[in-house]
């Protein structure tokens, strides 16, 4: 798994990925909120939410690297991809409250067969159409997170869940996208976002989150403009 450097640890807090909803403002607007400073509570979100607690103490948030005006920058440069990935089948898309990222979900079962990492062949026309738009858009990074529904215990759902995020890591490599530009990550069981106890909500646990955001070029130039 590819490490990112320092400073995008502290990009990623500050990227705000809480995700309680996307509301009617777009990253635009959202973005110049963040760069006039929301500050700590949003880089303790994150930690909590999609890095499973361990990143509340990153960084005090995107307000205390970027300007307002830059901030409105990279939410328009947002805004526009998240467009594109909202033309992909089988891709749920959602621009992430208050701050410049976008979180995209794929449901393990479009992804692979049951117990399995391996992408199957109706998936792949969906992933070439996500590489192409981070291809696109290369001033981003990207982490990918592999879940699990409850089925099953901790000693097979966490490796399983790390295989399948390396498996979308691997293939996006093999079109072309820049190692570097992502990190993965397996959680198991242990964030379901439905009931466990239906099978419709064990369905929804069974999926890969990937979450885009700024990268530190972006940021620089977005900062550079906003002079």
């Known amino acids: 798994m ?9 990009t990623f807090i500050g990227g705000s990925l809480i ?3 996307c509301g009617s403002m777009n990253n635009t607007a959202k973005g110049t909120g963040i760069g006039a400073g929301s500050g700590a509570a949003v880089g303790a979100g994150i930690g909590a939410i999609a890095g499973g607690g361990r990143g509340a103490a990153w960084g005090a948030g995107i307000g205390a690297v970027v300007g307002g005006a830059a901030g409105a920058l990279i ?21 992430i409250n208050d701050g410049e990222a976008i979180k995209v979900t794929f449901e393990s079962g479009i992804l692979f067969a049951t117990n399995s990492s391996t992408v199957n062949q ?24 592999g879940h699990t529904d409850s089925t099953g215990s901790d000693a097979i ?45 064990r369905a929804q646990n069974r999926r890969v989150e990937v979450y885009i955001l700024p990268n530190t070029k972006m940021i620089q130039d ?3 403009q906003a002079k």
Request: hydrophobic share 30%; glycine share 8%; no cysteine.
């Open 2 to 10: 590819k490490q990112l450097s320092k400073l995008f640890a502290i």
């Open 222 to 224: 977005a900062k550079q």
């Open 19 to 21: 995700l309680s909803g």
């Open 75 to 95: 939410g328009n440069k947002m805004d526009k991809q998240a467009a594109e990935l909202e033309q992909i089948e089988g891709a749920q898309v959602e621009k």
């Open 122 to 145: 109706t998936s792949r026309t969906s992933l070439d159409k996500f590489a192409a738009s981070l291809q696109n858009n290369p001033d981003t990074d990207v982490k990918i997170y």
């Open 157 to 201: 759902n966490d490796p399983l869940s790390k295989r399948r995020a390396e498996s979308v890591y691997n293939y996006l490599v093999s079109k072309g996208i820049t190692g570097a530009r992502m990190v993965t990550e397996g959680y198991g069981s242990q964030q379901p976002v439905a009931d466990n106890n239906t099978v419709a909500g």
